[in-house]
């Protein structure tokens, strides 16, 4: 059965360093989403991402986050300058259609520690 | 104040009996709802979706329930089995164009022998 690739599993960082997490989503979907999930808290939506570009994106995707499709099959999340209150595990999931009415799938998520 | 972490409700079930996992929405707008299993060190793995327009949604061993009157959600799981122990988590989309799911804080499962 396809599923959401993410790499790496466990990423460590410095405060204030840049962090790209990767994804490779499924291979004919067309949605693609970034979700977080702190220690012992709910899921939490990130951003979505649809035909080159953003769809929707949360309070919580501020300016220090972007995302990429840089290729074909990748879809990445970059930090740019990491806060302690980042650490948490990012989930990246995939959709065949918009997630209005299609089940996303989820890869098995990047946790990210910030030191 | 300090941030406190959610604290999971349990629910212990027999291996074999049938479990029930409830979930209460707030947005009465909601028009699609999914329920996922997560274990351990994995991300959410996709059990069963239902549409507004629906009451109930049967599929292997699992079968949602949707009252809208009353905004609940449930989740039965037959015949539980060890494999089934993880926290099950509804979510919903808000709809209105919305791409993002609003996760609920989970319920974990634990299967007892």
């Known amino acids: 059965e396809p599923e959401v690739t993410q790499t790496p599993s466990h990423q460590v960082t410095q405060m204030g360093q840049e962090v790209i997490l990767r994804c490779v989503p499924i291979?004919?979907?067309?949605?693609f989403y970034w979700y977080r999930q702190i220690l012992g808290q709910k899921v939490e939506f990130l951003v979505s991402?649809?035909?080159?570009?953003?769809?929707?994106k949360s309070e919580i995707f501020d300016d220090q986050f972007s995302v990429e499709r840089p290729d074909g099959s990748n879809f990445t999340l970059k930090i740019r300058s990491t806060k302690l209150e980042d650490s948490a595990m990012y989930f990246c999931?995939?959709?065949?259609?918009?997630?209005?009415?299609?089940?996303?799938?989820f890869g098995d998520g990047t946790r990210l520690s910030i030191l | 104040g300090e941030s406190v972490g959610l604290h999971l409700p349990t629910l212990s079930v027999q291996e074999g009996d049938n479990s029930i996992i409830n979930c209460a929405y707030s947005?009465?707008?909601?028009?699609?709802f999914i329920w996922y299993k997560q274990e351990s060190g994995k991300g959410p793995q996709f059990i069963i979706d239902?549409?507004?327009?629906?009451d109930k949604r049967q599929g292997q061993r699992v079968t949602v329930l949707l009252n809208k009157t009353v905004k609940h959600l449930s989740l039965q799981i037959a015949a539980t089995q060890p494999g089934d122990s993880a926290v099950y988590f509804c979510a919903e989309n808000i709809g209105g164009g919305a791409d993002g799911l609003t996760f609920g804080k989970g319920t974990h499962l634990i299967i007892q022998p």
């Open positions: 239902i549409r507004s327009n629906m």
């Open positions: 291979s004919n979907h067309l949605y």
């Open positions: 999931a995939s959709s065949i259609y918009r997630g209005s009415n299609q089940p996303q799938h």
């Open positions: 991402f649809y035909n080159n570009e953003i769809s929707e």
């Open positions: 947005n009465s707008a909601s028009d699609y």
